[in-house]
């Protein structure tokens, strides 16, 4: 792959935190193949917000624009246009691509949700389809195993409500996951739907990607890992991939923090309860009641709280709840997560239980509160309380004073909590370990690197 001819498209899914972890990937292997042109293709939106400070055509790295599947005009994009402008908005782009460069694609690097990506190499004579799946191991193992729990639940009597509840034991690795802990793609109605229909695409063209990439680590998912790599060709894991950036060679930005969070950890008495952290990822706002419900909780328990809560969100709050808390809280639109995380004053995190949050608390030592909505955050979830016992799942699946109370009084106030603690800080061993010189996820940083090179 030291060809100046090696020319890699990389085709980005512009949703939630999917791009900026394929970014990541796309800088590692750059600097580790430093003549080949790596060429992003993500839509507008979102290229703007990865390459904002940058030139997007610096380097070996170019940033291109795909069609987001709106027409002029419409201010919003959702992800079924877009997932319907697929596969030609890529294709289209691609090929201006190639005939800006005159040179072919001689691999194909995808987020996982775009299973096209091999039917594109495909045409291209078969070169290398490589597809980063941005979540972790027990989530693809639960989409590869799509048909086999559709029949099961099919199987399963769910007149009493019961059917759901079913483990599925079988499955090596997710026997404390049940059938309703599902992403509910996997038992949609109907798969031919835009966002189920791409999922399901995944799940039967990942086979035939000749690697799949994951963000995670060997000793977080070993079983589940050892049975996925028994179903596909390679499996590379090279997380926590926030570890990795924190221990490259080249030096990154430094984070904004426009609303002071850290002095503000950092001001906090000596003596003070450890602060509980609330953030719901960049594209999730609980519902009015909940945010109430976790005001509520928040004001009784009076320990520090710092809440990355966005200004919509902020209006749901009662009268008098800003005022009343200021001696020991905050809410800010956005906080720089890592940072936070890492700050020793941070004793709980209130999530949804994204897979990049969930892996950003292992790094940083931090117990869960969880609280999922959709995707894989239910296998997160269930994961972090029953699996790696690091957190606790807020009980009958919502924010309520009380239920939010007990949860933060378990993590921070219980033999229990001291336990979840002690695990917690176990696993942020393994994954600092993971991404050192002689660590698993280097070595296969490495591995994926050396077939690469075979490729080429």
């Not at 890699?8 to 080949?36: C, D, G, K, N, Y």
């Not at 610096?58 to 877009?82: C, I, P, S």
């Not at 117990?367 to 979830?381: E, K, M, T, V």
Request: proline letters at 7%; glycine letters at 8%.
């Amino acid at each position: 792959m030291g060809s100046s001819e090696c020319h890699v498209a990389v085709l980005a899914f512009p949703f939630a935190t999917h791009a900026a972890p394929l970014l990541s990937l796309v800088e590692q292997l750059s600097a580790a193949f430093p003549s080949a042109r790596f060429s992003f293709f993500n839509n507008h939106d979102s290229n703007s917000g990865l390459f904002r400070g940058r030139n997007p055509g610096a380097g070996n790295v170019k940033a291109y624009d795909v069609w987001d599947g709106t027409v002029a005009g419409e201010a919003l994009v959702t992800h079924e246009e877009f997932i319907m402008a697929m596969p030609g908005n890529y294709v289209k782009a691609i090929a201006e691509a190639e005939a800006e460069t005159g040179t072919k694609f001689g691999c194909f690097l995808t987020d996982a949700f775009l299973w096209f990506g091999g039917d594109l190499a495909a045409e291209r004579g078969g070169v290398p389809w490589i597809a980063l799946w941005t979540a972790g191991a027990c989530s693809i193992s639960a989409h590869l195993y799509t048909d086999f729990v559709r029949s099961l639940a099919a199987a399963t009597p769910t007149g009493n409500g019961n059917g759901l509840e079913q483990k599925l034991k079988v499955i090596p690795g997710m026997s404390e996951i049940s059938i309703g802990e599902m992403p509910g793609e996997i038992l949609a109605k109907d798969l031919q739907a835009p966002f189920p229909g791409m999922i399901y695409n995944m799940a039967l063209k990942l086979p035939g990607a000749n690697a799949v990439v994951i963000n995670s680590f060997q000793n977080l998912e070993p079983t589940v890992t050892d049975d996925i790599r028994s179903k596909l060709q390679k499996v590379f894991n090279i997380g926590p991939m926030i570890l990795r950036q924190a221990a490259a060679a080249t030096p990154k930005p430094p984070i904004s923090d426009d609303h002071n969070c850290i002095p503000w950890l950092d001001s906090l008495p000596p003596a003070s309860p450890p602060a509980v952290y609330l953030s719901f990822g960049s594209g999730l706002t609980p519902p009015p009641d909940e945010i109430v419900a976790l005001a509520e909780a928040l004001e009784a328990k009076r320990a520090p709280f710092l809440w990355s809560l966005k200004p919509h969100g902020v209006k749901h709050l009662r009268k008098g709840f800003l005022e009343r808390t200021k001696e020991f809280g905050k809410i800010v639109p956005w906080a720089p997560q890592v940072q936070v995380l890492s700050h020793p004053g941070v004793g709980a995190f209130v999530t949804h239980c994204g897979w990049n949050s969930t892996l950003e608390a292992i790094s940083s030592g931090v117990c869960l509160i969880c609280r999922p909505f959709y995707g894989d955050q239910q296998i997160n979830s269930r994961f972090v309380e029953s699996v790696w016992e690091i957190g606790v799942k807020v009980e009958g699946g919502k924010f309520t004073k009380d239920e939010t109370l007990k949860a933060i009084n378990v993590v921070l106030d219980s033999d229990r909590g001291k336990l979840l603690k002690e695990n917690v800080v176990k696993l942020k061993g393994e994954a600092m370990e993971a991404v050192k010189p002689h660590g698993s996820s280097t070595k296969e940083f490495q591995e994926l690197v050396h077939l690469l090179n075979g490729y080429f």
